[in-house]
């Protein structure tokens, strides 16, 4: 009886939490009108008499991105913005592209799983689990493998080839969203306070103020 209770409640609380990210679609589609300004919890949906194959279609992801930034990496996503058929249907897709020692610096999507494979290269690729632990996960990754940063977790990927590399990621939601760490730390606007990130990061002001010009 025990058994059985503690069983309804892990089921309970699994269906739960699955609901609790993205909610199930009430029709077949809900193509994203850009044109609507309406507000709800995603977009309102198009008229389905003007639904047309376009509406689920992406072409050019096999075109490389350019990754001539700081940090030799570059993505292209496919997400609810580039597919409104993917409003209300819970996945997107990207591809990264990375130069020799490219970087996906630490980030996180706040509103998916993600996982991941490689296509061409070699790729080390982590994630940090939450507090207390603050384990660091890591593995390296070649042509063909497959790897999942789950949601919320802080992560990152780093070409150790001497060539490019090029993953495909898909996310479980229409609409991930991305935290960079640097960014969201040093680069707010306005600025978060020097005093807060002095103190949070232990490190006088001149440092603070020298991460704050380059985010
Ligand atoms: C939005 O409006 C433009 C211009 O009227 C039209 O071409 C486009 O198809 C509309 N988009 C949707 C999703 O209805
Ligand atoms: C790639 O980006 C760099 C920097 O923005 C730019 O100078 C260069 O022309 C771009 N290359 C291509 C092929 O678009």
């Known amino acids: 009886m025990a058994n059985h209770m503690l069983t309804m409640c892990l089921l309970v609380f699994t269906c739960s939490a699955a609901l609790a990210f993205e909610p199930s679609p009430l029709q077949d589609f809900c193509i994203a009108d850009a044109n609507n300004s309406a507000k709800v919890n995603g977009v309102v949906c198009k008229d389905s008499k003007m639904v047309e194959a376009n509406d689920f279609?992406?072409?050019?992801?096999?075109?490389?991105?350019?990754?001539?930034?700081?940090?030799g990496s570059k993505i292209t996503p496919?997400?609810?913005?580039?597919?409104?058929?993917?409003?209300t249907l819970g996945v997107s897709i990207v591809r990264i592209d990375y130069a020799p020692w490219g970087l996906n610096p630490p980030h996180y999507h706040p509103r998916a799983s993600e996982i991941l494979t490689v296509l061409e290269g070699s790729?080390?690729?982590?994630?940090?689990?939450?507090?207390?632990?603050?384990?660091?996960?890591?593995?390296?990754?070649?042509?063909?493998d497959v790897f999942v940063f789950p949601m919320g977790l802080v992560h990152f990927q780093r070409n150790v080839g001497h060539g490019h590399a090029i993953v495909l990621a898909g996310f479980g939601s229409q609409n991930p969203g991305v935290v960079g760490i640097a960014n969201a730390v040093f680069g707010s606007n306005p600025a978060i306070p020097s005093e807060v990130l002095t103190t949070a990061f232990q490190v006088d002001k001149n440092v603070v103020d020298f991460l704050q010009t380059k985010f």
């Open 57 to 71: 279609f992406f072409s050019g992801l096999h075109l490389p991105g350019n990754t001539s930034n700081f940090l």
């Open 78 to 87: 496919v997400n609810v913005v580039q597919v409104p058929g993917l409003n």
């Open 123 to 144: 790729l080390l690729v982590g994630f940090v689990t939450s507090n207390p632990e603050n384990r660091l996960i890591t593995k390296y990754l070649k042509k063909g």
